[in-house]
Structure formats: C-alpha cells, structure tokens
C-alpha cells in the first residue's frame, strides 16, 4: 500500500500568516486521487481539495493545494483563528486508499 | 445535501462481532457512480478506510483486516451496513461512514460513531 508521510507534525503560526503543509507519498500518486481534509476536534473530517487542487464547495480560497507524483502540498495563504485544526492527505490511485497521519495546525 | 448517520452498538466484548449501520438521507444510495465507505479512527490517531461498497453490492476492503469484514447494502432502505469479526481492543475506534466523491476523495461523512471493545 502506498504510506503517505505528512510534515510537519506540528504548525505554530500567527493570524495572517501562510502555512504550508507536506504530503509525500511512498510511490508515485496520480494527482487525480490526492485529497486533503480539515478536522477539527470532535468532529468528522470535511474534504477541502480533490484532485490535488480543487477545492471541495464551500472551502475558501485561502486554501490551495499542488503537487504530483510523490509531493504534494496544501497551503493556506493568511490564517484565520478557526483554521486551528488537523490536516490529512488521502491517495487512492492506489489500492487500498491511505491517509497521511496528519499536520496539526495551531494558531498563536 | 446528502446526510448519513451511523448507528449501532456502542460496547462489544472481544471476539464478538462489530456491527454498525450507516443511513443515508438526502439522496438515493442508488444514484451516481460513487462508492459507500466505512473509515475508522482510534483516538488521538490516523484515519484507516476499512472497505466500500457499491449500490449493486460490489465491493472491497482493506487487505489489512485479514477478512473480518463484512459490508453489505439494502437499497430498499437506503443505508449501507459493517460487520467486523472477531474483534479485539485494537477495533476501538470512533467509526464513519462516507460517500466517495471525485478522485476518489470522501466527500460526504457521517458524524461518526465510538465503538468500544472490552469485557
């Protein structure tokens, strides 16, 4: 199975700064089936980008993701307090579908 | 807007079977060309997709679990079900239900279910 390994662990940045998060993948991912999650405590995670780069409705566009082949990126551009969360990456070009064990996102 | 919801037993002793429920409102299971999930997450961890299936009842799950799962689909009640064989405290987790949407990703969730394995 395709491991995805997610950096960094831990983001501490203040309201209005630009985060970028790392999603690297054990073997080449089609960018048609990278996708990237938002989840806060208690709650289910919320789709935030499919095919590598579109956001999912209703997501702001401070969220963008890139990438192909084994790198891939979600940035979020000015952070805003309720972006304080856990972000995940998600292949499934490959079978069984994985997730990335997460960037946890803290806001100062 | 689609809506799902899972349900099902919240306590199951070991070696026992995992059984849940996912209904699905706001939508027939039946319409589009997308897979029915279930993904489960221990506390304080990742994410493991544990299997899908389709509304003619095709389906598959994730090698890791060794064959103890079973999903099944009724459309007649809209819900896709999961059972989980032969469990042990490391099934603890809260469980969810999800529609796959484009690229694979899962775009709908329910809000998810703690099932706890013990005596």
């Known amino acids: 199975e395709i491991v995805l390994t997610q950096s960094p662990g831990t983001l501490s940045l203040s309201p209005g700064e630009r985060a970028t998060l790392s999603c690297r993948a054990s073997?080449?991912?089609?960018?048609?089936?990278l996708a990237w999650y938002q989840q806060k405590p208690g709650q289910a995670p919320r789709l935030l980008i499919f095919?590598?780069?579109i956001r999912a409705t209703g997501v702001p566009d401070r969220f963008s993701g890139t990438g192909s082949g084994t790198d891939f990126s979600l940035t979020i551009s000015r952070l805003e307090p309720e972006d304080s969360a856990v972000y995940f990456c998600?292949?499934?070009?490959?079978?069984?579908?994985?997730f990335g064990g997460g960037t946890k996102v803290q806001i100062k | 807007q689609v809506q799902l919801q899972e349900s099902g037993p919240g306590l199951v002793k070991p070696s026992q079977t995992l059984s849940l429920t996912c209904t699905v409102s706001?939508?027939?299971?039946?319409?589009?060309?997308?897979?029915w999930s279930w993904i489960r997450q221990p506390a304080g961890k990742g994410l493991e997709w544990i299997g899908r299936?389709?509304?003619?009842?095709?389906?598959s799950h994730n090698p890791s679990l060794k064959g103890r799962v079973i999903i099944s689909v009724d459309t007649s009640k809209n819900r896709f079900s999961l059972k989980l064989r032969s469990v042990t405290a490391t099934d603890t987790a809260v469980y969810y239900c999800?529609?796959?949407?484009?690229?694979?990703?899962?775009?709908?969730w329910g809000q998810g279910t703690l099932v706890t394995v013990s005596s």
């Open positions: 998600q292949q499934f070009g490959s079978s069984p579908p994985t």
């Open positions: 095919v590598a780069s």
């Open positions: 999800a529609k796959e949407g484009p690229g694979g990703s899962f775009q709908y």
């Open positions: 706001g939508g027939s299971i039946t319409s589009g060309s997308y897979y």
């Open positions: 073997q080449s991912v089609s960018s048609t089936y």
């Open positions: 299936i389709y509304a003619t009842g095709t389906g």
